[in-house]
Each structure stands twice: as structure tokens, then as C-alpha cells.
């Protein structure tokens, strides 16, 4: 997310991961049928940052749990993935793979990645074809984008890919804030903000990246939700704008503030102790409503149960 320092950790099976599928399968996992469907939302997903080195960068979708990796790109269309994304399966350790297209209505380009980052190999997949593309050698990463990217680029087995779990310095990626929920954050007495909703790991990841003054305006902000209470440390990668931000536990109470220089990214903000909720705001707004560590936040109920 834009200023979180810790890092994502760690499809199409769209194949499923035949031979890795198989593992899963026997964890209780049931096979997306033939003609379903149901596809993964990418709005959601987290991202990451692909780099074969020399050739191109990619941002991402990462396939991160059972289900993400069994739905991939099904029923996902060129309209959905411009050339510039993909989708990064992370699965685990090195071990022989396969992926197929069930229910994969566009061609696809598939690169299998050993855990050094070396591609060991490539294919370019047909629609809905079930007969497997295996990896021929042990591979951790499958990487998957439009049909032809690869021969576009030039890329192949052999060379280096580079893949980091987090958002680089100087993209101009951006949420899409008309597009996102709103809540009412009222402050005790103090103030109330009307904040857009960031509660999934795309949204959150990227935060107010490149957001500017004109599209927060005083009385609006940013309330990030989570799933448990963690010390949830925030950073301002490519945040354009100087930000006040309030850590709220889970019973409301704000525990950490700070006002965060724009661009930083060597000062650790962190709230010093697990936290639910995190409020960002433009500059100056803490200071003007006399808002302090202690205060309460009342916490709309649409917020309590917030999605996994």
C-alpha cells in the first residue's frame, strides 16, 4: 500500500497448477468446473511489481491464497488486462508445475520462474485449451499476460526476472477515488470527514499514492480498514501531498498521530502498538480540530466486519 512499510509476502488454472493443483486438490480444494463463470475480481488484488530484466516491467495480480490461484485469469477479457499487467503466482518453493485455460477466454502468455528469478520456460497458451503447459523444470513463480507479449518484448528462458511485493518508487498508479464507498469519521465534538473506504489489499496498498490537493479537499480523507490489529506502518512512497494521520485501535481510540512529509519514505511512522484502523487527512487538519492521541473515533458499523 502507499506507505506501508512492511512488505506484500507472499494464475490460468487458469489453469489450474496441474501438478501443484493436484497438491491442492487434496487439501480439500474442489476444481473450477468446465463452462463456470466465476472469475477472480481483480479491483482487489494486491500487486506487484514484475521486472524482466532488460526487456520489460509488469504490475501484477498476485495469486495469493486457494482460490485466487484456482480462478487466475479465467473469463477475464483484453479489456480487463492491459498490456502492461499480468497476473504473479507465488507457489512456495521450486517444484514441477502446469498450468491449463479452463475457462480462459483469451490467449495468454505463460512464463515459469525458478526461486533465482531465472525463467525456465515460456509458452504462449490458446483459449480454453485443458492439455497442459507444464514448466519441464522445478519453478516457484508462474507469470501470466496478454498472448504476444513475450515475443514482443523478446522474452525467454533464461533471462532474469526481478519481482518485488510492493508498489514502486515513482508510479502513477492511483485508487480511484469516485469509485470508492465513503464513511462518515466523526472525532468526538471535534470534526467529521467524509473518508473513502480502502479495506481490501489493492485499495489499501495503494492508498493516497499521487493524490492531490484538489482531489481531497479539507473535509474528506482515507479510513484504512483491517482484518485484525497489527502494528500497521505507513510510509508516503509517491504521496504528492503532506498527509496527518491517526491510528485508531479497535475500540475507536486514536493512539499515534503524526503530520508526514510528502515522498518520505525514511521516517517510520508507526502507531507503536497494534491498531484497527488507520485515518489519513490532508495536512493540518489534526492540528486545526485539535485532534490528539486519546480522542475517540466513533466507527460506523459498516466498518466493524470489514471483508477478508
Known sequence: MHKRTFKI?????VGIVALSAAHLLLGGCL???RDSSEK?????MRLAHVDFIGRTVYTAYVAGDTRSVQLGLMNTTEAELPADRGMIFDL???????FWMRNTIIPLDIAYIRSDGTVVKT????PFDE????SIEPARFAMEVRGGQFAQWGITEGDQVDISWEIPSGSSIKNDLSSMSTVDMKVRNRATYTAYVADNPQTRQIGL?????????????MIFVFEFDFVHGFWMRNTIIPLDIAYIDSDGTIVKTYTMAALDEQTDYSPGGPVRYVLELRAGQLQQNNISEGDQVEIPATLLNPPS
Not at 509476502?9 to 488454472?13: D, H, M
Not at 477472480?40 to 482487489?44: A, H, T
Not at 512456495?92 to 502446469?98: I, K, R, V
Not at 499514492?209 to 480523507?221: I, V
Request: no cysteine; aromatic share 8%; glycine share 10%.
Open 9 to 13: 509476502r507472499s494464475g490460468a488454472i
Open 31 to 33: 476444481e473450477i468446473p
Open 40 to 44: 477472480n475480481d481483480l479491483s482487489v
Open 92 to 98: 512456495g518453493y521450486d517444484h514441477l508445475l502446469s
Open 123 to 126: 509458452y504462449t497458451m490458446t
Open 131 to 134: 492439455s497442459g503447459y507444464s
Open 209 to 221: 499514492m499521487n493524490t492531490t490537493a484538489e482531489e481531497l479537499s479539507t473535509d474528506r480523507g
